[in-house]
């Protein structure tokens, strides 16, 4: 399955001498204009400096669209024409559509004077395929002479994606695809068809209506969404952009001693907020069906009300929820605008979590000695003179070494057991004194041989 999509990811082709011109082609609704704020993002961000040429001259606003992604994204948007929008008459093109090959060709050397090293021209699309279409996405092609063609497909038009791509494959011939709305419930099965019937490598994939959810296409990784395997490196790359490793880390420690608080809580749960919505990330763990059913009912509303909670909370009622009585509670519900039962609800939650992180963090040495093991000891019955009588208990264990791990006798904190501290365990030092209980002695002639010296020799 890897194989047939395309094996390995493929990269932009930049031009020897800049700048390097992409130009987006594909239907209308397929994602064009904000794919391009998308890309320049992407590219912005690896140290390039694009910019966006408007060629789409005929969809209604489309020019001020691509306008305002690109201020979002931070780049240059090069628009002299205003296109077909309710401004035109101002214009004194008047509302005749400009020419969008004089624009592309402006564009070329607009970047040139300005020293930008990529170009993206947005180009118009159709709700359907024809010959204007076609020829118009030909001509500007011809006349800027492209570094890179980008096919821009819908991942959830189904199998219609394969006469679409085949109809763009033959009037302008594209270098490369692109999906979009990957968040979908589409797992991507139109990328099979399209990568096996035009051959053509798929480049990038858009998973949101974010300029932050676009990446590279790795055919392995939508392999493994397609068979419902989940995704977990793009999952660990998107924590990785997101987290902050200090603050993570200060959780953790704060987790292990029981001292997390509200505020914790609510910074931990806006990092994971700015992965995406917890559907799609939900989605990409494996479990196939499973976790498709789960993200479904993920209610990002419910996450909305929790964060309006603790923000309606003084800094001293989010680090200790204790103080929180019937009229605080009473005033936070009014101030956040939800019931006094979800703040209860809320709150109760949060120590039922936090006393179950206790115990977990315990158990793997994380955190404080548990309430069990601070205990006193149990007294023995006072006898007939008033004296008490020694509590009854088992054979004595022998003591871990220190290092060790609970249970397992003799490991170093590197995981590895101390050979000599086995042997003087096993009766080393001769009789059973040091021994463990119910091992037998080493053999009569090995007691003092060193274990840590052995030679076995080669072979």
């Known amino acids: 399955l890897v194989q047939i999509l395309g094996g390995e990811t493929r990269r932009l082709q930049l031009a020897k001498n800049p700048p390097t011109v992409i130009m987006l082609a594909g239907l209308q609704g397929a994602g064009k204009t904000t ?3 998308k890309l320049s993002k992407h590219l912005a961000s690896q140290g390039h400096t694009p910019m966006l040429v408007a060629c789409d001259l005929q969809r209604p606003g489309a020019v001020q669209q691509l306008q305002i992604v690109g201020e979002r994204a931070g780049v240059t948007t090069f628009a002299p024409d205003p296109g077909t929008s309710v401004h035109s008459f101002e214009h004194e093109m008047g509302t005749s559509h400009g020419d969008p090959v004089a624009v592309a060709q402006a564009g070329i050397e607009e970047a040139k004077r300005t020293q930008h090293d990529i170009v993206i021209v947005d180009t118009a699309g159709r709700l359907g395929i024809d010959e204007t279409l076609m020829t118009q996405a030909r001509n500007i092609r011809d006349a800027v002479d492209p570094d890179e063609v980008l096919f821009v497909i819908d991942s959830m038009i189904g199998q219609d994606a394969v006469d679409t791509a085949e109809a763009f494959r033959d009037g302008v011939d594209f270098t490369g695809v692109v999906l979009t709305k990957l968040d979908g419930d589409a797992r991507g099965g139109a990328a099979l068809s399209i990568r096996e019937v035009t051959g053509k490598p798929i480049m990038f994939a858009s998973t949101g209506e974010k300029l932050e959810d676009f990446d590279v296409f790795h055919p392995e990784r939508m392999a493994s969404r397609i068979l419902g395997m989940g995704d977990m490196l793009s999952l660990i790359e998107q924590a990785e952009s997101v987290m902050d490793q200090d603050k993570a880390e200060a959780a953790a420690a704060k987790l292990g001693s029981g001292e997390l608080t509200l505020e914790d809580f609510l910074d931990q749960m ?3 907020r700015r ?6 990330i939900l989605k990409m763990l ?8 789960m993200a479904e009912m993920v209610d990002e509303k419910h996450l909305d ?9 003084t800094a001293a009622e989010r680090d200790n929820p204790k ?3 019937a009229s605080r509670r009473k005033r936070i519900a009014s101030g956040s605008g939800v019931t006094v039962a979800e703040v209860n609800q809320l709150v109760e939650r949060f120590f039922e979590a936090k006393k179950m992180m206790g115990k977990m963090a315990g158990q793997f040495g994380m955190g404080p000695v548990s309430r069990s093991a601070t205990k006193k000891q149990a007294k023995g019955r006072k006898g007939k ?9 088992g054979p004595t264990q022998p003591k871990m070494p220190m290092g060790g791990m609970p249970g397992m006798p003799g490991m170093g904190g590197a995981g590895m057991p101390d050979l000599a501290e086995l042997q003087k365990q096993l009766g080393g030092a001769g009789g059973t004194g040091g021994g463990m209980t119910g091992m037998p002695k080493l053999p009569k002639g090995m007691e003092n041989i060193d274990l840590n010296n052995l030679n076995f020799g080669k072979k």
């Open 35 to 37: 794919l391009a704020g």
């Open 270 to 272: 806006l990092m994971i």
């Open 275 to 280: 992965m995406g919505p917890i559907g799609n």
């Open 286 to 293: 494996p479990g196939g069906k499973q976790m498709s059913d």
């Open 305 to 313: 009300r929790i964060q309006a909670i603790i923000r309606g909370m």
């Open 323 to 325: 103080i929180l009585n």
């Open 385 to 393: 003179n008033g004296k008490r009588k020694p509590v009854k208990r």
